[in-house]
């Protein structure tokens, strides 16, 4: 294994990934995410925007069995390390990685080809936030080329009329996620907060949307990530597979 790749866990679902050792790593925000999407109904097919090292979309293979996934990545070096893990984990029958812009989706793919949109987009627009140290996180973490907005045009083009769409993003930019939802006649059907603790402010929300439907949205409970202890809650630990502990190999969720 080269030396500037790690090579971790994930018990539950059968996975080993590779991950940069101080690039851009998956943190819990994906593994919840991944979790959030209701399994399919019978054999389908997801996409995964923004994919990174693959992790969404191998998760996503493991839980619907009979699925067919396809992970877009634009930064090439990643796109080659989700293909790695793809052939790695014995999935390459049903995981493939297409090397592509947001931007681009549209000369790649065809209009409502999938049953399930998954994106964990970048969090920040350019210039904001903190700027980390570690080499590649902030291409993964700040907008470049494709903004929000972008992101959920994509995903409408690309979900069916019975097919559902579900992202992450910060509290901070729900008033902007819904505006843009609500400009491409999304609906959203689900919508939970995540939360560091039951004392905390949310840290992050999930939405789930679709096209063509008109119904009222479903505010979910709150998803407390740890107790007051700073062990994973019930719900967490059992999502993640893991023993209530203190210490984790897994990025805390508010660490973005």
């Given at each position: ?98 090397e592509?812009?947001?931007?681009d ?54 979900v ?65 990530v ?22 984790s ?8």
């Amino acid at each position: 294994m080269r030396d500037d790749l790690t090579q971790d866990e994930l018990k539950l679902f059968d996975l080993q990934l590779f991950q940069p050792l101080q690039g851009y790593r998956y943190s819990l925000d994906a593994l919840l995410l991944a979790r959030f999407c209701r399994g399919l109904k019978s054999e389908g097919r997801i996409i995964d925007l923004g994919a990174g090292c693959g992790i969404i979309s191998l998760v996503l293979a493991r839980i619907n069995r009979a699925a067919s996934v396809v992970a877009v990545e634009k930064n090439p070096e990643m796109a080659t390390l989700a293909e790695r893990n793809i052939l790695h984990n014995d999935l390459a029958e049903r995981v493939s990685v297409t090397e592509s812009d947001v931007l681009d989706i549209r000369m790649n793919f065809p209009d409502s080809a999938f049953d399930l949109v998954v994106s964990n987009p970048p969090f920040r627009k350019s210039g904001s936030g903190k700027i980390s140290p570690r080499a590649g996180r902030d291409a993964a973490r700040h907008e470049s080329t494709a903004g929000l907005a972008d992101f959920i045009a994509a995903a409408k083009y690309l979900v069916k009329p019975s097919g559902r769409i579900c992202f992450i993003q910060l509290p901070s930019r729900l008033s902007e996620f819904m505006v843009l939802a609500a400009q491409l006649k999304l609906s959203l059907l689900r919508l939970r907060f995540v939360h560091s603790n039951a004392e905390s402010e949310a840290t992050m929300f999930m939405a789930e949307m679709a096209k063509g439907r008109r119904t009222l949205p479903l505010v979910e409970t709150p998803l407390f990530v740890r107790d007051m202890d700073g062990e994973y809650t019930d719900e967490v630990a059992e999502m993640l597979g893991t023993q209530r502990k203190k210490t984790s190999q897994v990025s805390k969720t508010w660490e973005v």
